[in-house]
């Protein structure tokens, strides 16, 4: 039965986790023809446009199924597949072998014809919008031009490998259509934009052997000279635009590097040397690697062994032997996985690649300074380079899952991993110290050396050779065309070769990285007077307590404060324009004049801005709704997405951090709930003591003051605790926490200083407070603040709440510092100082 037909077949479905998944059963799974399945998942009024066999990647995950792109949206569905000529959906235990996914035996070393008494009767479907495509890129998987990467507006992103190239570029030329890269901001939108050209013309051309270059490729290989000087990402970070963090992701990805594929995950430095010491020196080069040389390389003595060897295999001179300095890779599907063995869902990865157990204690990764001098000065099979968690990510050094990892030869329990001591047994203090060295003067003015080691013109030839920078002939890219090889047992092999040894990356720069000149950027706050200035806004009198304080920009470009009352404020779609929400009743709102009545069972308590034109709703018993508010035909409606399930309590805050698609949610009893809003799904309870919460916008750091104690503890986003201070005494209370708001320009540059939260008090005063890290301990710093010119008859009213924001410029320009105030009789103040 064609796909477009009607079908007569019972099928039932149930929904699980989440809106965009579910999972369908059949109930004869005897029937081979699986049309029903697909019609029956769509969405209401989508239509098929195409439908392309693929598989889906995760780590060493991979899932075999079919693409489906709808008028509205794409699907991935697992376990079926596609045969065009018969235009039928099959159960995939019903297809022959040789039209199955051969990667999935290659890689996992399992049979990927499981019986279908063992397979459980289900299909896996992720469904993605087709307005919410960022981007799509060309990219390689397991050395060949089969991959494409897919980005949403939430920043996750899916890794689909393709049988071959045709049906990847079938894909490509479909889902191309439909990007939308407007609503980023303007820098990352046009870096987005040049990944997607030059990725896609890299993925044209790596993978072709120089020998057998054709005119056309040729032409595209010698047009990449210019990419250094052309591309933008790489100009933004000359210019001190971009940090050194966030240039070296876009390198990466440019290099068709995936943090969906542990077989070409991203590249990162080992940048710092000293792991001995009670203190770091990041102002003494000593301190630091040597980024002109790859990790084999950082031993003279070690050095010379491989050059040695490079030499020696030269003197056979054995066309078939191609001699290389290394025998094993600086970044593998081992590696990363050994790296994040304690976080699922690399544990399964591991796991996979052990045969099942962790094997010996000794050989886990569980020393920075161990495995440093292993892939630095001691060990000739050991060359590793490092991850990006290493820059952001302290839970990966934790076993917080508690795994049994086993005991070393000295008898000790492994667990989480042995910090330096200049770390002082604390994770975030070493995450912290490694990020300060990257965005280091050393290190910023060097790195162009590594990148030409790892993504530039020393990755291969004569330049590599001189730089002892040669790997075995199978990881670099056009080296083999696993397609040409007819032998499954040989194929295997060579496939089992690239995966587990490791792959180069795509070669971007084809001549010599420009360097950065560093330039120092900070937002420090030191003690500041501010001064009181007229409001602009007219309308800045609401006549009851502000609780929302909305910035817009007039015609010049000034900033002007508007306040708003609880439910009566106008927030700005692009897409849709201006929205108006008003509050109408205890559980209806009124949004541009239409009134959505009970959308809530009990009285509505937070209402809060979501991405795009998405809101949340929170209500007294404890109840969160996500809410899409769109546009169909010539109505507006009102949809439920999905139910934040887990306060039993009234609902009185909820905070955003949009670009990691996370909330923090508060109820009155004071529980404290994170949530992955990719899945919405709750993470993590911080606290059971709150009364207010705040997060950083530029770390991530939580902010909570308790009761009834009044302290200000400051976390990580994952619930790891800093510290904290006492705010309040028993001649004032705590009446709001609002975290510092900086806005860059240009945005993504590295902020050494960045967590600071502002605490109003009931007598209308106001204290900053600064994390910060003291030698090897964390702590609170207070930092004084004066307001000049203040009405001393707003006494009679009450604060209600509070924004302080950062307006960063370059580094030769002043930045300005602005305070808003609102208060309980509906007017604002607003303050002003120059730093």
């Not at 009607?6 to 109930?27: H, N, P, R, V």
């Not at 009743?585 to 034109?613: A, M, Q, Y």
């Not at 923090?664 to 529980?671: F, N």
């Amino acid at each position: 039965m064609p796909i477009d037909e009607q079908t007569d077949s019972i099928i039932s479905y149930d929904w699980i986790s989440d809106s965009k998944s579910l999972k369908i059963e059949a109930s004869k799974p005897d029937l081979p023809n699986e049309n029903a399945r697909v019609l029956c998942i769509l969405e209401d009024g989508d239509t098929i446009n195409q439908i392309i066999n693929c598989s889906l990647v995760l780590g060493l995950n991979i899932t075999e199924g079919i693409l489906v792109v709808g008028k509205k949206k794409i699907y991935f569905i697992s376990d079926l597949h596609y045969d065009p000529l018969k235009r039928e959906v099959l159960n995939i235990d019903l297809v022959p072998k040789e039209s199955r996914d051969i990667n999935i035996e290659l890689i996992t070393g399992q049979d990927n014809k499981t019986s279908i008494e063992l397979r459980s009767n289900t299909n896996i479907i992720n469904s993605w919008p087709l307005k919410d495509i960022i981007y799509i890129i060309k990219k390689p998987f397991l050395l060949r031009d089969v991959g494409l990467e897919v980005m949403l507006t939430n920043r996750s992103s899916y890794f689909l490998s393709f049988a071959d190239k045709k049906f990847r570029n079938a894909a490509h030329q479909v889902l191309s259509n439909y990007t939308n890269i407007t609503s980023l901001d303007p820098i990352l939108a046009k870096v987005l934009q040049q990944l997607t050209e030059y990725g896609n013309q890299i993925g044209s051309w790596n993978g072709i052997t120089k020998a057998n270059l054709s005119t056309k490729f040729s032409s595209i290989l010698t047009s990449k000279v210019f990419l250094a000087d052309d591309f933008d990402a790489t100009n933004l970070w000359k210019l001190n635009k971009l940090s050194n963090f966030y240039y070296l992701m876009i390198v990466n990805s440019l290099a068709g590097r995936s943090i969906n594929d542990v077989t070409q995950y991203p590249i990162f430095p080992w940048v710092i040397a000293d792991y001995t010491s009670d203190t770091l020196d990041l102002n003494d080069p000593k301190t630091y690697r040597d980024l002109s040389k790859p990790m084999g390389a950082q031993s003279e003595k070690r050095m010379i062994q491989f050059m040695e060897r490079y030499e020696a295999m030269k003197s056979l001179n054995n066309e078939n032997v191609k001699p290389f300095h290394y025998g094993t890779h600086y970044s593998s599907a081992m590696i990363v996985s050994s790296y994040l063995v304690r976080l699922k869902p690399f544990t399964d990865s591991f796991l996979l690649l052990q045969g099942g157990q962790f094997g010996h204690a000794d050989r886990l990764f569980n020393s920075i300074e161990r495995t440093w001098s292993s892939a630095a000065i001691e060990n000739t099979t050991d060359v590793r380079e490092l991850i990006p968690e290493f820059y952001f990510l302290p839970e990966f050094l934790l076993n917080i899952n508690d795994y049994n990892l086993g005991v070393d030869q000295n008898g000790n329990h492994v667990t989480d991993v042995i910090l330096p001591p200049w770390a002082n047994n604390d994770p975030k203090i070493f995450i912290k110290k490694n990020r300060e060295a990257l965005e280091s003067k050393y290190v910023t003015e060097h790195l162009n050396e590594w990148i030409d080691l790892i993504f530039g013109y020393k990755q291969r030839g004569e330049n590599a050779v001189k730089a002892c920078n040669v790997f075995n002939k199978l990881s670099y890219p056009g080296a083999v065309n696993l397609d040409n090889i007819d032998d499954e047992n040989e194929r295997r092999t060579v496939t089992s070769i690239i995966h587990n040894f490791g792959q180069i990356p795509l070669q971007v720069f084809q001549s010599a990285h420009p360097s950065r000149k560093y330039e120092k950027r900070c937002a420090i706050i030191k003690p500041q007077i501010f001064e009181k200035f007229e409001l602009i806004d007219t309308k800045n009198h609401t006549f009851e307590k502000v609780q929302y304080i909305k910035g817009v920009q007039d015609v010049t470009g000034k900033h002007i404060w508007q306040g708003y009352k609880f439910l009566d404020v106008t927030l700005i779609e692009p897409e849709i324009g201006s929205i108006r929400i008003r509050l109408v009743s205890d559980t209806g709102l009124e949004i541009n004049g239409t009134i959505f009545k009970n959308i809530h069972n009990c009285p509505i308590t937070v209402v809060r801005k979501w991405k795009e034109n998405m809101l949340l709703t929170g209500d007294s018993d404890g109840l969160i709704k996500v809410w899409e508010y769109k546009k169909e035909k010539d109505t507006f409606i009102l949809n439920e997405l999905s139910l934040l399930t887990c306060h039993l309590n009234k609902i009185i805050q909820i905070e955003t951090f949009l670009e990691n698609n996370i909330l923090i949610t508060l109820d009155s009893v004071g529980y404290v709930y994170s949530w992955d809003m990719t899945r919405y799904q709750v993470i993590n309870c911080f606290a059971e003591d709150g009364k207010f919460i705040s997060i950083s916008q530029q770390s991530e750091t939580v902010g909570i003051i308790t009761f009834p104690n009044n302290l200000l503890k400051l976390f990580t986003f994952n619930g790891s605790k800093y510290c904290e201070t006492g705010v309040a005494d028993e001649k004032k209370r705590v009446v709001t926490l609002q975290s510092l708001e900086i806005i860059q320009s240009p945005r993504h540059q590295y902020l050494q200083d960045v967590d600071y939260f502002v605490v109003g008090y009931s007598d209308c005063s106001i204290s900053v407070y600064q994390l910060s890290l003291d030698g090897t301990n964390w702590e609170i710093k207070t930092i004084p603040i004066l307001l000049h010119g203040v009405d001393t008859s707003k006494a009679v009213s009450v604060l209600s709440c509070i924004r302080m924001i950062l307006f960063q410029q370059d580094c030769d320009k002043s930045s300005n510092l602005q305070l808003v105030l609102g208060y309980h009789n509906g007017t604002l103040e607003t303050y002003s100082s120059t730093i």
